[in-house]
């Protein structure tokens, strides 16, 4: 079965440049997630779409921005990095509104990003 | 807000011994609950969930866990350990409730690392 989609899977940034991370729901799933987990720290919730509208909104810095596209998938934008952006980067997409299997989030394989 | 307590932050056991990893919520309402597993530098992979139908939840690889609302726990068991179970366990209620029309963002406890020897 398709699973969640992220891209890419490792990247390495310096100090102050910008990073676009991407996401690609599970076919027929409306809502995507995005999470960070930092070195030995559980995952955080940063932001969460819905039929391309935000749905809810986490601990993100003020530097991140994310949208979700026409296609659901969604991309955070990360500018201005900082070392302590340093992460697993995870995305999770579910079937925001049918039933029973409502709200199970799939998580993608994450993106580590290496800030220097 | 909703949150969870893993009660132990590593977890040891010989192959062949039973798993039981502990998990308590805090909620002002019906919460949903899962179980998450991670592999070393892997993703995040489902193990199981409660969703106010039974209380006793299977899940896969032999794991199951029990909603115990009196208690407020919901502890993650496996009758018996496989080398392969060694992983890191988190323990995560979704937030609202499921009841909302949108998504609902999880909330993740600290987790929980397993060894297991042979």
């Known amino acids: 079965a398709a699973g969640v989609i992220q891209s890419p899977r490792h990247l390495i940034k310096e100090k102050r440049e910008t990073a676009t991370l991407k996401c690609y729901p599970i076919?027929?799933?409306?809502?995507v997630y995005w999470y960070q987990q930092g070195p030995g720290q559980d995952p955080q919730f940063l932001i969460s779409?819905?039929?391309?509208?935000?749905?809810d909104k986490g601990s993100i810095p003020d530097r991140f921005s994310a949208q979700q596209f026409s296609d659901y998938h969604s991309e955070l934008n990360m500018s201005s990095l900082e070392l302590g952006d340093s992460a697993l980067y995870f995305c999770?997409?579910?079937?925001?509104?049918?039933?029973?299997?409502?709200?199970?989030?799939?998580f993608g394989p994450g993106t580590r990003l290496t800030v220097t | 807000a909703q949150s969870v307590t893993q009660l132990d932050s590593h977890v040891s056991v010989s192959e062949g011994t039973p798993v039981l990893l502990r998990c308590n919520y805090s909620?002002?309402?019906?919460?949903?609950l899962f179980w998450y597993v991670q592999h070393p530098n892997k993703g995040l992979q489902l193990l199981l969930k409660?969703?106010?139908?039974?209380?006793l939840v299977k899940g896969i690889n032999g794991f199951e866990a029990e909603f115990k609302k009196s208690e407020t726990s919901f502890h993650l068991t496996k009758p018996s350990a496989h080398m392969s179970d060694a992983a890191e366990y988190f323990c995560v209620v979704s937030d609202p409730p499921p009841l909302m029309e949108y998504g609902n963002k999880l909330v993740f406890g600290a987790g929980t690392i397993l060894r297991v020897k042979s």
């Open positions: 999770a997409s579910s079937l925001g509104n049918s039933g029973a299997h409502s709200y199970e989030q799939y």
């Open positions: 409660y969703t106010s139908a039974a209380t």
């Open positions: 909620s002002s309402y019906s919460p949903s």
């Open positions: 076919p027929r799933h409306d809502t």
């Open positions: 779409f819905y039929e391309k509208m935000q749905s």
